[in-house]
């Protein structure tokens, strides 16, 4: 059986920096609260009518990814796209990136609703294709726009402060199976996801649904519900996070025979920083350990790992033959971790 791993890397956010305190013009907020329940201390929104919309900006951050790994978008094979907010209700971004890349070379283009664990799972999804021998090389995707979905009034405050806007990518090749330089060493060692559906409405956006369709929207003309904004029960979510987190990277620790001791760099899914920090405290990992940059760019849900995987390479953080642990949790629940070989 083949492995896979990673060739490259990019990512992508827009100009528009949102601080703290261009927040509390809109709501009923300060840069204090937020700082010291998430750590958050800007964000980035897209500028609507500028052009950067959750597939536009999944495009530029796989150029980059492609010019990293050294390939053109012609000798992809796949394409796998992670969001929560697509640019169309259907189809998913995915037909939208094939187009934008190459729109003669009609490879297949792959839609993961897995939100803030979307990027896992779906570096997952690319790993199986690659062991299996069906294709040699899968761009993987994670974007959103929140901020065109969020309840900007004191109503939304706790969900609004924490999502911010943007794109990263990486591009998902075959590992040399030779292991006699660092490079030979890459790969993708195990993924492993999970779900617990029973807490879906915990975190969710529930309208428009095949419950409350655009129909009875139209008929209801009801600008009081708050049914098409995002619902989170945050101390709830909070309190799973930590103990899924926890469990999902000792799962891959123990999968692989590893102790975190051996971890170059931890790249938790950027939810709050006090989650990061609960985990690095609950694993026992230095500060170089981890690596966090949620104070700038917010929560951006599937776009959050690879977004700070490309800051870390970029940073020199990871080195060929460096461990790497990937770790999400989120909405519905779901969470994921992978255990990377870089
Ligand atoms: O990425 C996917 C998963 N998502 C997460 O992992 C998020 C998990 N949850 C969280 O990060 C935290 O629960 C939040 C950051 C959302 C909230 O922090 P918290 O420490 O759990 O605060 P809280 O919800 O218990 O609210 C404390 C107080 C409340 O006021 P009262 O009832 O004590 O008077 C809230 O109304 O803070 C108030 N509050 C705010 N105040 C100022 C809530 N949001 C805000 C705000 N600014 N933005």
Redesign the pocket.
Same mark, same amino acid.
């Given at each position: 059986m083949k492995s896979s791993m990673i060739l490259g890397v990019g990512h992508f956010v827009p100009d528009h920096v949102v601080t703290n305190n261009d927040l509390s013009q809109f709501m009923?907020?300060?840069h204090e609260?937020?700082v010291e329940?998430?750590g958050i201390e800007e964000r980035r929104h897209v500028v609507p009518g500028h052009g950067d919309t959750t597939a536009t900006m999944g495009y530029r951050a796989s150029l980059i990814a492609l010019n990293n790994a050294g390939i053109t978008a012609e000798e992809l094979d796949f394409i796998i796209f992670a969001t929560l907010s697509p640019d169309y209700y259907f189809p998913g971004p995915g037909v939208q990136l094939q187009e934008m890349l190459a729109p003669d070379h009609t490879i297949g283009a792959l839609d993961i609703r897995n939100q803030?664990s979307g990027f896992v799972y779906a570096l997952s999804v690319a790993d199986q294709f690659i062991r299996t021998g069906m294709y040699r090389r899968i761009l993987v995707v994670g974007s959103e726009v929140h901020s065109a979905g969020l309840d900007m009034t004191t109503r939304g405050? *706790?969900v609004s402060?924490?999502f911010g806007d943007g794109a990263g990518a990486v591009v998902v090749g075959v590992a040399p199976q030779h292991t006699d330089n660092e490079l030979g060493k890459s790969k993708i060692l195990s993924t492993h996801l999970h779900s617990e559906g029973r807490h879906a409405r915990e975190?969710a956006v529930i309208s428009p649904s095949t419950q409350h369709w655009v129909s009875h929207i139209m008929n209801e003309n009801n600008p009081n519900d708050e049914s098409y904004y995002p619902y989170?029960n945050?101390?709830f979510?909070?309190k799973h996070?930590i103990n899924r987190f926890s469990e999902v990277i000792n799962e891959a620790l123990m999968a692989n025979g590893v102790q975190s001791s051996e971890l170059k760099l931890m790249i938790p899914?950027q939810?709050?920083l006090r989650?990061s920090q609960y985990i690095q405290q609950k694993m026992g990992l230095r500060d170089d350990q981890v690596f966090n940059n949620i104070m700038r760019y917010g *929560?951006t849900?599937a776009a959050s790992i690879p977004i700070a995987l490309s800051e870390a390479v970029s940073e020199g953080r990871l080195q060929r033959g460096d461990l790497l642990m990937l770790a999400a949790?989120?909405?519905g629940f779901t969470w994921a971790s992978a255990l990377i070989r870089w």
């Open positions: 009923d907020t300060s609260w937020i329940r998430t803030c405050r *706790n402060v924490i975190l989170m945050g101390n979510v909070f996070a899914h939810a709050n989650i *929560n849900t949790f989120g909405s």
